[in-house]
């Protein structure tokens, strides 16, 4: 009798599905029951981490337009599609709020269709399509941040009872920000090297550089907020040094950058070390108990 072999795209599902709860230690822990089984903090870094893999998958599909055989890009293309499916049935299963769960199934909406451009083999016809519907996919998934956000907001002003002495509102809402802003330092980080590649002559459009531009001074800014935080630990402060320590690195190569002298290579791994970085950071503030 044959033994059957478990196929590279199931092996791929498996050790995606595991990353989830690696990553995410909380995400199916009853121990709040704010945000269905997820505490308020845990939904706000995933579905922030919607936003990342967002980016991450349509930065692979165009990485592999030119390189073909990169068998790490292939990984990440196939098991993001996994997480993020993943984590939006998570998100919506646990959402008991009306307007985050019909942002979550627009969510789901645009993802069926952005879906089927990326599951055909990488071409330039459909690179200039995801080029084009990606920011859509982008503003939807962090719209469903922002609502939640806002319904950790309500529930707190609606329960102040419940909140102890120690801990005041504003740090509160304070930290969800801070979990906020990280998080959405990993997309942007993906977001970077996708409009890298987006600025090749083939794929280049009239709005290509300055998109490249503005997520570059986004991606600056935005990590000396982290710097300053009250609530940094003397882990968080090593992070944070680290993630400054591999920005500086593209930041002095701006013109590199900004004239495609990178190697494609170079950029995509780059990018993935950044975001690894402000995850960890992420994940770090998610933790923090107030």
Known sequence: MKSKTPSFKFVIMLFAIGLIHMNSPQLYSQKSN?????????????????????????????????????AQAKR??????????????????NCKFKETTSRLVKVNELWKSFKNLI???????????????????????????VSIISESRNSIQNS?????????????LELESLINISGRQRMLAQRLAFYYYANRVELKNKNSSQMLSNVFHELDGAINKLLISKFNTPKIDEKIGL?????????????????????????????????KVFNEITLLYERINI
């Open 76 to 93: 990440d293309l196939l098991s993001s599609q996994i997480v993020f499916e993943e984590q939006n049935r998570v998100l919506i299963q």
């Open 34 to 70: 704010e945000y269905g089984s997820l505490s308020f903090n845990n939904a706000i870094n995933v579905s922030g981490k919607q936003r990342m893999l967002t980016q991450k998958i349509s930065k692979a599909y165009l990485y592999l337009l030119n390189n073909t055989n990169d």
């Open 160 to 172: 102040q009872d419940g909140i102890e002495k120690s801990s005041t509102i504003e740090d509160i």
């Open 243 to 275: 993630a400054f320590s591999k920005w500086n690195a593209i930041k002095k190569n701006t013109s590199k950058l900004t004239n495609q002298e990178f190697e494609e290579a170079e950029v995509y791994k780059m990018s993935n070390e950044l975001t």
């Open 119 to 145: 599951d055909d083999q990488p071409n330039y016809d459909n690179a200039k399509k995801i080029i084009d519907t990606n920011t859509d996919l982008l503003k939807a998934t962090n719209d469903v941040v």
